[in-house]
């Protein structure tokens, strides 16, 4: 693969300083105010945005490693770790901070009916009491923990951690150093597109992937959406097709099956090997398709229906299976996998490994397993963190299920809201009201959305940053050998024949799985998957570029394909 787009750190100046012994004053001085002097200097660009598309300035050539290494004291090891954390440090504050853009609708609504107030008082058309959404938004502007304890909560709902946008941490850009694009504005045609996709995909939940092709509700739901001026999906002929339907934007998602072969294949975690056969739900069970359920729900009050489950364990074949997947999966569980299954499938690594060439070394502790896995998981914690922030102290967007309360009360005449006029004439409002009874969105789970705001959304963030890495380690072009797919039933895996599929694309397409298939339960937008997957992307090449730093092999750089097509090395 031929890269392109460099993106490095500036060199760490690792002989800028006398390194024979401990440092005295003098050397000390010069280095904090090397570091001061950066600061100063950098203060103007704070105000730059930093998309989340990572377009980052272009940086200095950095030098390549010793020809030699001689074994330092202690001390003078200790003043390089110094230097090389100084220097990142001062190449993070140089970069700046993004500018951070929210929609404006927590300004232009008094009634706050475009923002998320889950768990909070509510009055019976579902909107915040304002007393309570004002301490809400003070705690989100001061951060301080006795603000943020001092929100009236309507029920037992507990809010999802909103400080975990706060921390600082030590490698990679803070979190307020990335933005997100503004999410879709409460009256636009934007997320009135989005809001139908969802109320589609909770239509077609029971109905298996692969015979989109061939149902006729897959088919009515792409004329659907086909009839919308503002629908960011992916498209065939400027329409939505049964081939297209519900898919990633991302390159790949379109080839072959819809479920990616990482979700599919079995797993070799060490010496238990792991069948990708999962607990799924009972079909045709959907919640809080009933006003009283669902303005409970609002208020905070713990779901009264069960959740119910299938005792036939079950490959993922449809979006019900999906979205319980994506339900209760650990952090970074999908990602992980893929990388176990890489290794067993004996994938090469990307070109730039610098033990990819045979010699008498091998990688380990360094570009070998346990460092892609240890990388793996840190950086999903950083994105985590950074789309924490994105969602509490930026755009408190509200949540798919709290936007069609607003269609089901407007519709019904019990409020009046400004609604695009798309959704309000479109024909999937017919057909959620024929199967339900109202129009509110069926959801897959029992207590709804999580209590966080919908944008950015976290398992698409750590799904961009997981795949970002793995990208970077392995050979994207390498095509996945003996491929599968789920039979109808979910029951057996089959040989799957046609296009081939490349790790890169089957990467993009797990994270697209991950991120869309919390759309598919109901608890996610379209632009919450589609943006937040390039939010991890670019903490996780943030994250890369200080990783860079500390290493002694002689390395060009991790190359990678991002989510737009274009290639980098950073």
Request: glycine share 8%; with cysteine.
């Amino acid at each position: 693969m031929s890269h392109t787009d460099p993106i490095a750190p500036p060199p760490p100046e690792h002989d800028a300083a006398d390194t024979s012994g401990p440092l005295d004053r003098r050397q000390f001085l010069r280095l904090t105010g090397a570091a001061a002097a950066a600061l100063g200097a950098s203060s103007a660009a704070l105000g730059q945005p930093v998309p989340a598309s990572a377009q980052v300035r272009t940086p200095t050539p950095r030098p390549t490693p010793r020809s030699s290494y001689v074994p330092a004291p202690s001390q003078t090891r200790l003043q390089k770790a110094y230097q090389i954390r100084m220097q990142a440090a001062q190449m993070e504050m140089a970069m700046g901070a993004a500018t951070q853009q929210p929609n404006g609708d927590e300004t232009l609504y008094p009634n706050r009916i475009g923002n998320y107030s889950k768990g909070l008082p509510h009055n019976d058309l579902g909107e915040v009491d304002a007393a309570a959404y004002t301490a809400f938004l003070k705690a989100a502007q001061s951060g301080k923990p006795a603000d943020w304890a001092a929100i009236p909560m309507g029920g037992t709902l507990q809010l999802k951690n909103p400080q975990g946008g706060l921390p600082f941490t030590m490698q990679g850009a803070d979190a307020a150093c990335f933005a997100q694009p503004p999410a879709p504005r409460f009256a636009s045609a934007e997320i009135a597109a989005e809001i139908a996709e969802n109320y589609w995909m909770a239509l077609l939940r029971d109905v298996p992937f692969e015979d989109y092709a061939t149902d006729p509700m897959a088919d009515a739901a792409a004329t659907s959406l086909s009839a919308f001026s503002n629908l960011k999906a992916p498209k065939s002929g400027g329409q939505v097709t049964p081939g297209t339907l519900f898919r990633g934007v991302e390159p790949g998602c379109t080839v072959g099956p819809y479920v990616s072969q990482f979700m599919w294949l079995d797993t070799p975690f060490g010496a238990e090997p792991i069948s990708r056969r999962m607990r799924t739900t009972t079909p045709g069970v959907d919640f809080m398709t009933a006003y009283p359920e669902w303005l409970a729900i609002q208020r905070g009050i713990a779901p009264s229906s069960p959740q119910t489950y299938d005792p036939v364990p079950r490959y993922i074949r449809n979006g019900r299976d999906l979205g319980e997947w994506v339900h209760i999966d650990v952090l970074f569980q999908a990602y992980f996998n893929a990388m176990l299954i890489l290794f067993s499938l004996g994938a090469p690594m990307d070109d730039g490994n610098p033990y990819k060439v045979p010699s008498n070394q091998c990688g380990f502790g360094s570009f070998g397993p346990p460092y892609i896995a240890s990388v793996l998981c840190a950086v999903a914690r950083h994105a985590l963190q950074t789309v924490w922030h994105q969602k509490w102290f930026v755009h408190r967007r509200l949540r798919p299920e709290a936007f069609a309360g607003r269609i089901h009360n407007h519709v019904t005449g019990a409020a009046s809201y400004p609604l695009h006029a798309e959704i309000l004439g479109s024909d999937v409002l017919d057909a959620v009201f024929g199967t339900h009874g109202s129009y509110l969105l069926p959801m897959a789970f029992a207590e709804g959305c999580p209590a966080h705001p919908a944008y950015g959304a976290g398992h698409a963030t750590v799904a961009g940053a997981c795949v970002t890495v793995l990208k970077a380690m392995f050979d994207e072009s390498w095509v996945i050998p003996n491929p599968v797919v789920a039979n109808a039933d979910g029951t057996a895996l089959v040989p799957y024949t046609g296009p081939a599929l490349t790790v890169g694309g089957e990467l993009n397409k797990v994270a697209s799985n991950v991120a869309i298939g919390r759309n598919i339960a109901g608890v996610h937008w379209r632009s919450d998957a589609t943006e937040s997957l390039k939010l991890g992307e670019a903490v996780a090449i943030r994250y890369l570029m200080e990783e860079k730093m500390l290493m002694n092999e002689a390395f060009g750089g991790y190359s990678l394909t991002k989510f737009d097509g274009t290639t980098v090395t950073v």
